[in-house]
């Protein structure tokens, strides 16, 4: 009987089988997202939403009568349904960002340290060579998508960036809801969403960061524009920092550190305490909402004038409460 003997395998075939070989084995790591699982079932929570985005809810507004306090109401369900469409998209876009930037930095690092360990210990010259080249062109590429696509560093402050942006305009819907719907009707409030969801994009963000290095950025006129007190662009990994850091908490150490933060609310500028007060008329942060006390908690972080000691008193009251 004879037997067929397939030929050696050569040198870049035997890189490519290594090589394929690594692939699988990152397949099968998790990326690192660098957030908790969300009990919320949000894939539900946007379809239970779809109605205010479809024009159902839109008609039953419009079948009100004109200045009526129902209508009025039927405006702010509306608004605040799509804002919590927008939040749930951008929290999302948020761990995509973490998640892809952690998984390809990964990928690519343990490939190319291995394809490097590999050049070491196999036999032949050629296939060392093979394997040499390999391991350069992965950590190469490596560095070209952390350079291109803003990964690593630039990342993080871009997120901390579309917070900020976002908290910003979204002090505009609130105070334009405390308004009667002549005042302030539904087809204005989607104008101002519309600069809410865009607020949320790193093109926006990109765009501030851009202004504030130059010191080109104009003061707001009107009322219902927050002016940042601080447009020091080396503060943004101070923030981001700080932000990092709540995002760890608990709702319950979120509420805490509502609690512990809200004695030098008094020593901000005017400007700082008008906008906790609007994204909170009732001070319901203090009082058991989590969600209010969290809102609240980003917008003051985006916006704070972020020298050393009001990081100090940051950093103090987020070890209190996780203790």
């Known amino acids: 009987m004879s037997i067929d003997r397939k030929p050696p395998l050569g040198p870049l075939e035997r890189v490519a089988l290594l090589t394929c070989a690594c692939m699988a084995l990152l397949s099968a ?35 009100l009568g004109i200045d009526s306090d129902a209508r009025t109401q039927k405006r702010n369900e509306i608004v605040f349904a799509r804002m919590r469409g927008y939040d749930i998209e951008f929290a999302n876009f948020e761990i995509q960002l973490y998640g892809f930037s952690n998984t390809v930095t990964i990928g690519t690092d343990l490939m190319g340290l291995t394809l490097g360990g590999l050049t070491a210990t196999v036999g032949s010259a050629a296939t060392k060579a093979a394997l040499g080249a390999a391991s350069v062109g992965v950590l190469g590429a490596n560095t070209a998508i952390n350079k291109d696509l803003y990964f690593q560093k630039t990342i993080p402050a871009l997120i901390a960036q579309m917070e900020a942006n976002r908290a910003k305009k979204q002090l505009a819907i609130v105070q334009g809801l405390g308004q009667s719907d002549s005042k302030y009707s ?26 504030d290095a130059s010191n080109a950025k104009q003061s707001a006129n009107s009322d219902i524009i927050f002016t940042r007190t601080h447009l020091d662009i080396t503060q943004l990994p101070d923030k981001e920092e700080v932000q ?38 009732n001070d319901i942060r203090l009082s058991g909402n989590s969600a209010a006390a969290r809102n609240v908690i980003t917008a003051w972080i985006g916006e704070e004038d972020m020298t050393a000691a009001n990081k100090k008193q940051w950093t103090d009251s987020i070890i209190s409460v996780t203790k």
């Open 29 to 63: 790591c998790a990326s690192i997202q660098g957030y908790p699982v969300d009990p919320e079932a949000t894939d539900r929570t946007l379809i239970r939403l779809a109605a205010y985005f479809d024009g159902t809810e839109e008609k039953k507004y419009e079948a």
């Open 244 to 281: 990092a850091q709540v995002k760890k908490l608990t709702d319950p150490q979120v509420l805490a550190l509502a609690k512990a933060m809200e004695p030098n609310l008094a020593s901000r500028p005017p400007q700082m305490q008008q906008l906790v007060k609007t994204l909170d008329a």
């Open 186 to 211: 539904l087809m204005t409030a989607y104008s101002d969403l519309d600069a809410y969801k865009s607020a949320g994009s790193i093109p926006d963000a990109i765009g501030s960061i851009t202004q």
